[in-house]
């Protein structure tokens, strides 16, 4: 038996996984301090941190002479890796359906996220309904498959929406009043219908839950009985009901940011995390009452209505109000510098230098669930690493090296010095197609592969 | 006796306000290292300034009885940044038609004039002051990103952009230049088209020319040669009504339009000419060739093999968003962050602009990350305060700290690009400006929530 287990965790084993050590590096943990020294990465996993550690024979050494090292970057919010659209907007409640079917290995956007840091991110549901659909933690392993990408054991989430977007349907161009509205108008077109779409829903789910949970206790008792209907759509929420799916919830002002609060006390759920969450600060007691986090942007303001009481001090008070802090991007841009967006933090309300990294590393790991695993620079942890060229939370500096579970993933030195093979294979695969088309092949199939 | 009371407490204010009104932009900073930009920094000097004006710069001066004195010890000067593209004062919210002023209806508008429009209560201005940001281009088009256009299509010539303070109660006393440029956009043969990662590069896209070109290429030639030729038909009928205006024929009525372009004609005001792709900065260059007008280039993403011609004509360039993703799918994660040093290398000439009025207080931070990618640090400064100056032809009034120019000045405790750097005062034309807008006072209201 044991001899087959360890077999099949051989088999388990990434064969790239290898030992690494990096060398001469600041290292700020984020769990205990900035150490100079080294670290030693074994079997994808920390083993080793310090200013004198026992470097394995054998081992591949990174010297980071005058670089520093931080954990691997964890985005809260973020829609790459979507093959598509990622907002079905067609229904107030979408929750049936799952980012975890469309993930897209290929999109560029995983790339230019990992050249900035970037190891893990959540990948959410657009926000064009109350209740959205269902979300996926992914590793930024640039190469391998859908699945490959799964952050495996993360636990599942579920996107939850308020506010402009969600009303947005609701309110046609045209107008809710127009003779003929160029679009059916979808409920809600208000806040309070908002409030009620969630409401219904959740009703609809404790029903549900009631209605297996009433099951379940009859077989445990030994009863035959016809298991109740399966419903995709109510099968997450009794999920989050019992605590098993995390509820990522899009908001920007005070008021719904409240209310959500009050219908999750009301049915008996918790809100894991509120996203955007730009007058979190208003009511940043409350947050932390209900033990939600808050994932924010550093600076987005009054590109909306709902925004313009948007304040860049928005992350340093949440933490001062004893809420869970990360900053996110949203955007596929955004995500590439997202230290110099924590350091924002710093600038804007006095964060300290730990609690500005923590934002976009420990943080957000701790808002999905997966700190045991990533988030800080602590033996037994993921080798998840970022390697820069100055202090990261500086607008100076630049990614030079990204390790996930040991394995290099981005090389800034190997994507300069292959620049130019790279341009040459472009222009061998440009000509070879102007050959095909000047021989009449035009581009066609049948001039290809012999 | 408390109406008394309040009387004689007016009084002494209206008295105060009389005391200051000659002196509040006259003071003396002493002790203090100058960062001219222009020219080596002067360490521990002092510097007078008198009606706004710097009036001197030496290692003593001694101040007149009276005068009010600024230590600076342990502090830098520097002069304030200048954004070179937004809207700044004519768009509020970006998403809210109402509050956006930019994109009149018209194809052809020369005579608009953003200044008139800008509104001095705008909350941008307050935030963007905070982070050293004391003057803008504001243009007319919807190009700075505030706002969308308006009721009609695109248009060629969208008006006049002003060169303004970020201070003041009127538009009036915060015109640095009322025409700055007339801002054109130039057309472009194609768009944007790929997924998520940007557009198929030309000369793929060009492959794939044969299909294309029979059709959708053809016609997008067509049009884009019809623009240009309708832009060099208006330039044309304005040189005419130049020469019968100088004619001075009985019963001449004057046209606004065309009567707005004789500055553009005379090479006093130049043309700010939006083009993103290299060929477009081609045609631009030749269409400036032709119609003997100055320009400068707004926005382009790339340099492509124009930088001899660019070079060799002087045409200066503003340089939009270094924190940006590349242009085509298949271009360097970097593209747009190196895209500045390419700039500085072929020898061209630019500024920055942050084309958006959300994001103009992160200016420095979008420098700063150019320096990252190659950019010499004191360049990258001098593309937000002394070279767009010179630009937009107010360098002896701003963009250094020089004798003679308008005090303009960030007062800082360290290198005004990075992001860790704190800013201990503000002035414009020598009036000290508040550090506090919307956003503070926000942050200050809910730090005091128990």
Request: proline share 4%; with cysteine; glycine share 12%.
């Amino acid at each position: 038996m044991r001899k087959l287990l360890v077999a099949a965790l051989a088999t388990l084993a990434p064969v790239w996984a290898q030992t690494i050590v990096i060398r001469n590096a600041t290292i700020m943990t984020v769990t205990h301090g900035t150490v100079k020294g080294s670290i030693v990465v074994k079997d994808g996993k920390i083993a080793e941190v310090g200013d004198k550690v026992m470097e394995p024979g054998g081992a591949t050494i990174i010297d980071a002479g005058g670089q520093y090292v931080i954990p691997g970057i964890i985005d809260c919010h973020s829609h790459i890796a979507g093959d598509g659209g990622i907002n079905e907007g067609s229904v107030s409640v979408s929750s049936m359906v799952d980012i975890r079917d469309i993930v897209n290995p290929e999109d560029f956007s995983i790339y230019r996220a990992l050249a900035g840091g970037v190891t893990t991110a959540n990948i959410l549901h657009g926000s064009a309904n109350s209740i959205g659909g269902q979300t996926v933690v992914l590793k930024m392993r640039w190469g391998k498959d859908a699945t490959g990408m799964i952050f495996e054991g993360a636990k599942p989430g579920i996107k939850f929406a308020l506010g402009e977007n969600v009303k947005r349907s609701g309110n046609p161009q045209g107008g809710r009043g127009a003779t003929t509205p160029a679009v059916q108008a979808r409920y809600p077109a208000t806040r309070m219908g908002v409030e009620d779409v969630i409401r219904e829903a959740f009703t609809e789910a404790k029903a549900y839950k009631a209605e297996w949970d009433d099951y379940n206790a009859k077989v445990a008792r030994g009863e035959h009985l016809i298991p109740p209907r399966k419903d995709l759509k109510l099968e997450p929420l009794k999920e989050v009901l019992e605590g098993t799916r995390y509820v990522h919830c899009h908001s920007y002002r005070s008021d719904e940011i409240l209310m959500l609060i009050r219908v999750a006390d009301e049915f008996g759920f918790k809100i894991r995390t509120f996203q955007h969450v730009l007058e979190g600060y208003k009511v940043g007691k409350e947050i932390a009452a209900h033990g939600a986090g808050g994932s924010t942007f550093s600076d987005w303001w009054d590109y909306k209505v709902e925004a313009a009481d948007a304040i860049p001090y928005n992350a340093a008070l949440m933490t001062k109000e004893g809420v869970v802090v990360s900053v996110n991007s949203d955007d596929a841009e955004l995500m590439r510098h997202l230290n110099t967006e924590a350091a924002k933090s710093m600038r804007y309300g006095g964060a300290s230098e730990t609690e500005a990294l923590a934002m976009v590393t420990l943080n957000p790991a701790k808002q999905l669930g997966i700190d045991n695993r990533v988030g800080s620079i602590d033996v037994g942890k993921d080798a998840d690493l970022v390697i820069y060229d100055k202090y990261p939370l500086s607008d100076y500096a630049k990614v030079q090296k990204v390790l996930i579970d040991g394995t290099v993933y981005f090389d800034r030195d190997k994507e300069v010095s292959g620049l130019a093979a790279k341009a040459a294979e472009k222009q061998k695969l440009v000509d070879k197609l102007k050959q095909q088309q000047t021989q009449g092949g035009r581009g066609g199939r049948g001039g290809r592969g012999q | 006796m408390k109406r008394y009371g309040i009387l004689l407490g007016c009084s002494i204010a209206a008295l105060a306000g009389t005391a200051w009104a000659g002196t509040n932009d006259t003071f003396l900073i002493r002790d203090v290292d100058v960062y001219p930009v222009t020219a080596k920094e002067m360490k521990g000097v002092s510097v007078l300034i008198q009606d706004g004006k710097i009036a001197e710069i030496a290692a003593k001066i001694v101040a007149p009885k009276g005068m009010r004195i600024l230590d600076g010890k342990g502090l830098r000067v520097y002069p304030g940044m200048i954004d070179s593209a937004t809207n700044l004062g004519l768009a509020e919210i970006s998403s809210v038609r109402e509050s956006v002023d930019t994109g009149e209806l018209g194809d052809f508008m020369p005579q608009l004039r953003a200044l008139v429009a800008v509104n001095p209560e705008s909350e941008h201005f307050g935030a963007v002051r905070v982070n050293g940001i004391t003057s803008a281009i504001t243009l007319p088009g919807g190009g700075g990103g505030g706002g969308g256009r308006g009721g009609g299509r695109a248009q060629s010539i969208s008006g006049q952009a002003a060169l303004i303070h970020t201070s003041g109660f009127t538009w009036e006393e915060m015109e640095i230049s009322r025409s700055a440029a007339v801002q054109l956009t130039f057309p472009s043969m194609g768009g944007r088209g790929g997924r998520g990662g940007g557009g198929v590069p030309p000369e793929v896209a060009d492959l794939f020319g044969e299909a294309g070109a029979a059709a959708g290429g053809a016609n997008a030639r067509r049009n884009y040669e019809d623009t240009i030729s309708r832009i060099n038909q208006f330039f044309d009928s304005a040189r005419q009504y130049k020469a019968t205006k100088a004619a001075k024929p009985a019963g001449f009525v004057p046209d606004l339009k065309l009567e707005a372009m004789i500055p553009v004609l005379d090479g006093k005001t130049p043309l700010a000419v939006s083009a993103s792709q290299a060929d477009a900065i081609h045609d631009a260059i030749q269409f400036a060739d032709k119609q003997h007008v100055k320009i400068v280039i707004m926005g382009p993403r790339e340099l492509g093999n124009v930088g001899p011609e660019l070079k060799s004509h002087n045409i200066p360039v503003i340089l939009g968003r270094v924190l940006a993703l590349p242009e085509h799918e298949d271009d360097s994660y970097d593209a747009a962050m190196a895209l500045p040093t390419q700039f500085y290398k072929a020898g061209v000439k630019f500024a920055f602009g942050t084309f958006t009025n959300e994001f103009v207080r992160n200016l420095p931070f979008q420098a700063a990350a150019a320096v990252g990618f190659g950019l010499p640090a004191d360049e990258a400064l001098k593309a937000v305060t002394i070279y767009p100056a010179e630009i937009w032809g107010q360098s002896d009034k701003v963009g250094s700290v020089e004798k003679g120019k308008w005090a303009d000045l960030m007062i800082t405790n360290g290198d005004p690009l990075e992001i860790q750097t704190k800013i201990a005062h503000i002035y414009i034309k020598g009036k000290e400006v508040e550090l506090s807008n919307k956003q503070t006072r926000l942050y200050d209201k809910y730090m005091g929530r128990q």
